[in-house]
């Protein structure tokens, strides 16, 4: 495909990928909020590729719908407008790095939940510890 500098229609592999992440290059830097909602509304899915449109690639694969993805986390997904050659147009392609951070986010949310959870927890076993007590039981 013209549109990119590198086009593999198949399998790749490489012993390392590096993006680039420079905070130099970056600016109006937010942290994300709302990462669990986010990621609990993605639905992860199990496909075969189409044999018509994808060489050798019969196994099972995993990964997201982009246009699902896209109602969710717009700018994960890109459209590449015209028609390609295999006939399909305004194929959408998913940029699965950027929901990385969304993860980072959610599993930060819910270690913040476990221990808030635990100091409960912690804190009724105290009170029964004393209600017990106070029984003398």
Known sequence: DANYKLYVNGDMQATSYNALSDERWKQKIYTLSG????INQL???T????KEHIKDLSRNQYGFIAQEVEQIIPSAVR???GESGAGITDQKFLNYNSIIPWLVEAVKELTKENTELKQKVSSLEESIIQIKTH???
């Open 79 to 81: 459209t590449l407008k």
């Open 47 to 50: 496909y075969y590729w189409k």
């Open 135 to 137: 029984l003398n039981l």
């Open 43 to 45: 639905r992860g899915v």
């Open 35 to 38: 990462g669990l909602e986010t």
